[in-house]
Structures are given as structure tokens and as C-alpha cells.
């Protein structure tokens, strides 16, 4: 997480425990049988307007009823507190019990403490029998695992409903909730037609306040807030989300759920006017898969990625933000059996150019499991094209342990070592080849080579790229380096040839190394 003095801070809409749940404008649906039942949205109904309305009410009051309150419980072990008397009890043969007294010997009560938690937020209905979507992060339970114990269901007319968890997925924070009746509903809409500047109103549970309507306009499509993933892509509004919003519908004015609202970018957890949602594109497969209980599918390549800044587009000498650079390769994973290369630089998948807002992790994820896509690369300077076999992403856990770097190994005692020596002063770095010695130090794997970093320059631009005294630099340029001398020569190199920056691959300590973009030009 970012200081707020740097960045904007990434929020999850959602409510806490504390806030007062008060309800919303009390609705009476008379429900028909299932069977005779047509969305609240459905073209029947909702005729679209041209030009911005006057009112938002009547669409307002027609799809209010489908929108849902999201009420959570979980109770989590509370670490007891240290208590000054139990050391000097003890001492006597006395345990104090969790209720203030005491008890002799052994038979004291040493039971953990535990409080309730929760939260608030919002989902919607998409079928008259009850199927609810929300976000996943609002039913996750508090360590990151699990869910949480209840769930609860709100509708507008104030009824509560237990809900069963049918399915969730951790990658695009969506889940799927059931609760038994007859209800309103919505249908989707198609998130693909929607352009910047047209009107949209969200509807959910701010602060737990119940239903609650804003209205604004997509202000962008396909924002990117984490860099990386096929689901960070975002449509961003200045219709007013704040914590509680989580998991509630996005809507357009023919009142179709273009998207999923999520999250929001403020330094203050309030709104201000930059909310993000989930489009429907994205969403409406996911939903689909859990509502047949099946796990979504997904593709995957096996690969780890990095944006091409402007410093690592010209050491490499290929267009910024027209394709993304391959940090690392699992093991026999689709894109090493394709072929591919740390280093290689990704611009095409199946046809279609990889930009900021077609990211490869989104084009290979939206692939179909099994095909064959081909993969334009740029390596060494070269255009040249792969195939890789698309494989099925695999859980949540296993992609973390896969990117997870090596543990450490002991290797050879070497106790010698050589005074540091300082590359060119426009690097900003004193290095030092990597001993046995050093890569035990640094948690390295045995046989670890390169050039470890002993002293950084805080003027330099490698202390501006957050280059750290204990970083490995395993290659300059895409070639290995193992002495500082070949560093140096790489980077003399790259200035000859014209370039104004060199790319190199760091390593720190058991975490995956990352291409960083260094500035040779003198400061």
C-alpha cells in the first residue's frame, strides 16, 4: 500500500462492523410464480431516453427493488494481552482463568478469546429464485482465507434472508450467493458498448445507510489500478462510491448492470469521484461458471510480466507501452514449453497488440483453454513469433507458491572477498561479485552468480528506481554479468550505441527478480 502523501490509496468499497445499518426506502413487491416473472430491467419496461434525463427517479424506483444489502458475521481469536500478576502467580502455583480468577495448579481456563467482526456492503439479484451477486472480498474471511460465518441478505423492504455461499472466485472478486424466496431481479447488460461520457447510476449501501442512488458518468474504460492481472480492468466513475458500495450494481440508463462497483481511489476512504467497477464482460462468465458450480476458466501461460517503462522501452529499444517485458518463467509451464525467454518482449497475442489496456495476462486469460495462440515477441532486436499451448489457470494458492522465490541453501564456504568497485559515476553503484558467502547472506540459492550492489548513490536514478545496497544484478542489457567490469562495460556499451538508459535484472533475497530501466545520462 502507497503513502497518501505519494499516491492516491486503492480502497475496497466495503463497510466495517461499526456502521449503523438503518435500511432504505421500504418497497412492497408483489411476487408473481417464478415462471411469470420478468426482470425489473427487461426492454419491456424500461424504455430508453434520449439526451440526459430530468429525473433518475423512475429508473431509480424500477430497479431499486433487485439491489440487496450485504451483512456479514465472523468471530476471530483475539490475542490475549499480557498480564504484569501471571508471571508473579504462577510463581505460586496460581493460574489466573480468563474470568479474572483463579485456579490451582494446571486447571486454569487458557482458552483464546474471540470477538465478532463483520461488514456491510451491497449485491444484487439476477434471478427471481434468489441468486445474488456481490464481491468476494466482502465474504472472505478476516485472515485472507476462508469465508466469513454468516451472510446475511437485506432486500429494500427490509427482510433478512440467511445466505448460502455457492461459489467464489479470489481472482476477479466476484461471488455468487443464494437465498430462498421469490424475487425482483435484473438482467446484465453489454459493457462492451460503453463509452466515456455516457450517464450511469449505482445503486447500493453506502456506509450501511441502505439502499442508496447516485448518479454520474463513466468518466474511463479499462482502468488499470494494480498493473498486473487479467481482471484490472476497471470502469471508472464520478458517480459517488463510497465504503458499503462493494458488490452493487452498475447501471446504464435502459437500466442493463453494466458493471459491478468495487473499489475506489481516495486518500481519505470518502469519495472523490473516482470509483471503479467491475464491467460486465468480465464479470458475466465468472458468475455463470459458479452458478454451475464449476471453476471459471481461465488461460495461463506460466509467466510473470512487467509494463515497459520509458526507461526499460529505450535500453531495449522498442515503442513504451506497446508491449510487456517476461520477468520469469515457471518450469515447464505453456510459455517455457512455447519457447519463451526471460527478457523476451511480449507485443502481440492471437493478432491483437498488447497496450496498457490490452494487457497479456487479459488477452491469454480471455483465450480458450487448449488453443493454440501465436505469441509475437521482440528478442535481440528481432520480430519473431511463438505458439503457445494455453493452459488452465491454476488456484490462487498455487500461482502465489509459483511466484514465490527460491528458498535458501547453504552452497560452499568461501570466506574471501574483493573491494567493491564503482561503475561509471552516471550509474550511482558500487558492486561486488557474489561469493558463496554473499548468497547465503542475501538468501540466495547455492550456485547464485551476478554482481551484488554493496553501496548506491542516493542522487543516482538507481536510488530513484528503489535499487537497494543488497540487490543482485544478474544482467545488464539481457547479458549475464558476474564481475563489476562487465557491468561497466555494458553500460559503455549502451551509451556508444546511442541509448540513454540499460536494462537490468535485479534479484533481492528469495523474492522473483524484475527487469528495472536505469538512466545512464549524466545527472
Given at each position: 500500500m502507497t503513502s497518501p502523501k505519494e499516491l492516491p490509496i486503492v480502497r475496497y468499497a466495503y463497510g466495517v462492523a461499526a456502521a449503523v445499518l438503518l435500511g432504505g426506502t421500504a418497497f412492497s413487491i408483489a411476487a408473481g410464480p417464478v415462471g411469470a416473472q420478468v426482470a425489473q430491467n427487461s426492454p419491456s419496461t424500461m424504455a430508453p431516453r434520449p439526451g440526459a434525463p430530468m429525473s433518475f427517479a423512475d429508473l431509480a424506483a424500477r430497479l431499486q427493488p433487485a439491489v440487496v444489502n450485504i451483512s456479514t458475521k465472523q468471530r476471530v481469536a483475539v490475542q490475549n494481552q499480557a498480564d504484569p500478576l501471571q508471571e508473579f502467580f504462577r510463581r505460586f502455583g496460581v493460574q489466573p482463568d480468563d474470568q479474572g480468577g483463579s485456579s490451582g495448579g494446571s486447571g486454569g481456563g487458557s482458552g483464546s478469546r474471540t470477538r465478532e467482526t463483520g461488514s456491510l456492503g451491497s449485491g444484487f439479484i439476477i434471478s427471481p429464485d434468489g441468486y445474488v451477486v456481490t464481491n468476494n472480498h466482502l465474504i472472505q474471511g478476516a485472515n485472507g482465507t476462508g469465508t466469513v460465518d454468516t451472510v446475511t441478505v437485506i432486500t429494500t423492504d427490509r427482510r433478512e434472508f440467511p445466505a448460502r455461499i455457492v461459489g467464489r472466485d479470489q481472482a476477479s472478486d466476484l461471488a455468487l450467493l443464494k437465498i430462498q424466496g421469490t424475487f425482483p431481479f435484473v438482467n446484465w447488460g453489454d459493457s462492451t458498448r460503453s463509452r466515456v461520457g455516457d450517464w450511469v447510476v449505482a445503486i447500493g449501501n453506502p456506509y450501511g445507510l441502505g439502499g442508496t442512488v447516485t448518479a454520474g458518468i463513466i468518466s474511463a474504460l479499462h482502468r488499470g489500478i494494480t498493473g498486473s492481472g487479467a481482471?484490472?480492468?476497471y470502469?471508472?466513475?464520478?458517480?459517488?462510491?463510497?465504503?458499503?458500495?462493494?458488490?452493487?450494481?452498475m447501471f446504464d440508463l435502459n437500466g442493463n448492470v453494466i458493471g459491478i462497483n468495487s473499489a475506489l481511489i481516495s486518500p481519505n476512504g470518502a469519495s472523490v469521484g473516482i470509483g471503479l467497477a467491475i464491467p460486465a464482460e468480465l464479470a458475466k462468465p465468472v458468475i455463470d461458471s459458479l452458478r454451475r458450480g464449476q471453476a471459471p476458466q481461465r488461460g495461463y501461460l506460466g509467466i510473470g510480466l512487467q509494463p515497459l517503462d520509458e526507461n526499460i522501452a529505450s535500453s531495449l529499444g522498442v515503442a513504451k507501452d506497446r508491449g510487456e517485458i517476461v520477468r520469469s518463467l515457471v518450469p515447464n509451464g505453456a510459455a517455457s514449453r512455447a519457447g519463451l525467454q526471460q527478457g523476451d518482449v511480449i507485443v502481440g497475442v492471437g493478432g491483437r497488440s498488447v497496450t496498457p489496456d490490452e494487457t497479456v495476462s487479459y488477452l491469454i486469460a480471455n483465450s480458450q483453454v487448449g488453443s493454440r495462440v501465436p505469441i509475437d515477441i521482440v528478442r535481440g532486436g528481432r520480430r519473431q513469433t511463438v505458439t503457445a499451448v494455453v493452459a488452465q489457470r491454476p488456484s490462487e494458492d498455487e500461482v502465489t507458491k509459483q511466484a514465490g522465490g527460491p528458498g535458501n541453501d547453504s552452497g560452499t564456504d568461501d570466506s574471501t572477498t574483493t573491494p567493491p568497485a564503482t561503475t561509471p559515476r552516471t550509474l550511482g553503484l558500487s558492486l561486488q561479485p557474489v561469493t558463496p558467502v554473499i548468497a547465503r547472506t542475501l538468501n540466495l540459492p547455492a550456485g547464485a552468480r551476478g554482481v551484488v550492489i554493496v553501496a548506491v548513490d542516493p542522487n543516482s536514478d538507481a536510488s530513484d528506481k528503489g535499487i537497494q545496497r543488497g540487490d543482485v544484478i544478474l544482467s545488464v542489457q539481457q547479458q549475464p554479468v558476474t564481475t563489476p567490469a562487465q557491468v561497466a562495460a555494458a553500460v559503455d556499451a549502451a551509451r556508444r550505441a546511442g541509448r540513454t538508459s540499460v536494462l537490468m535484472l535485479?534479484?533481492?533475497?528469495?523474492?522473483?527478480?524484475?527487469?528495472?530501466?536505469?538512466?545512464?545520462?549524466?545527472?
Open positions: 481482471y484490472d480492468r470502469i471508472q466513475t464520478d458517480a459517488a462510491i463510497n465504503m458499503g458500495n462493494s458488490g452493487g450494481p535485479i534479484k533481492r533475497g528469495s523474492s522473483p527478480e524484475a527487469f528495472v530501466g536505469i538512466d545512464i545520462r549524466p545527472r
